[in-house]
């Protein structure tokens, strides 16, 4: 149903058949202008940045709220606007400390604790595997 409005100039037409041509054709111009600011906006629609999400999550700043040491990988569970999620980070984290989504994996974020230089080049590889 929503696709019919990006026919508006086909449906525009119609106007020719029922209306005399001085008073159709400016009426189809505006309707083809009111297509073209459509078209327009759903164009920039579609171009935004991902805003919700697991995906929205690279690069932002998370709190670590828990540490579960396993032998291979230290887990933890991270808080990021009031949700919990699970992660893990090759570096080393304390309960309290700040961390930088580098990358998902499934449903796991893999962090890099902020330290300076580090958070900067974090937020640049928003690379999803």
Same mark, same amino acid.
Do not use: N
């Given at each position: 149903?929503?696709?019919? @409005?990006? %026919?508006?100039? #086909?449906?525009?037409?119609?106007?020719?058949?029922?209306?005399?041509?001085?008073?159709?054709?400016?009426?189809?111009?505006?309707? @083809?202008?009111?297509?073209?600011?459509?078209?327009?906006? *759903?164009?920039?629609?579609?171009?935004?940045?991902?805003? @919700?999400?697991?995906?929205?999550?690279?690069?932002?700043?998370?709190?670590?709220?828990?540490?579960?040491?396993?032998?291979? %990988?230290?887990?933890?569970?991270?808080?990021?606007?009031?949700?919990?999620?699970? *992660?893990?980070?090759?570096?080393?984290?304390?309960?309290?400390?700040?961390?930088?989504?580098?990358?998902?994996?499934?449903?796991? #974020? @893999?962090?890099?604790?902020? /330290?300076?230089?580090?958070? *900067? /080049? *974090?937020?640049?590889?928003?690379?999803?595997?």
């Amino acid at each position: 149903m929503c696709h019919l @409005v990006l %026919l508006m100039p #086909l449906f525009g037409l119609a106007l020719f058949p029922i209306l005399p041509l001085p008073v159709a054709s400016p009426l189809y111009l505006m309707v @083809v202008a009111a297509s073209v600011l459509v078209y327009y906006k *759903a164009y920039q629609a579609m171009k935004q940045p991902i805003q @919700v999400g697991r995906e929205a999550l690279v690069g932002k700043t998370v709190e670590v709220v828990a540490v579960v040491d396993t032998p291979s %990988l230290a887990r933890y569970l991270v808080r990021e606007g009031g949700e919990l999620w699970s *992660a893990s980070s090759s570096g080393h984290l304390r309960r309290g400390d700040k961390a930088v989504v580098k990358r998902l994996e499934g449903t796991r #974020l @893999v962090l890099m604790p902020v /330290s300076g230089d580090t958070a *900067a /080049s *974090a937020i640049g590889d928003t690379t999803c595997r």
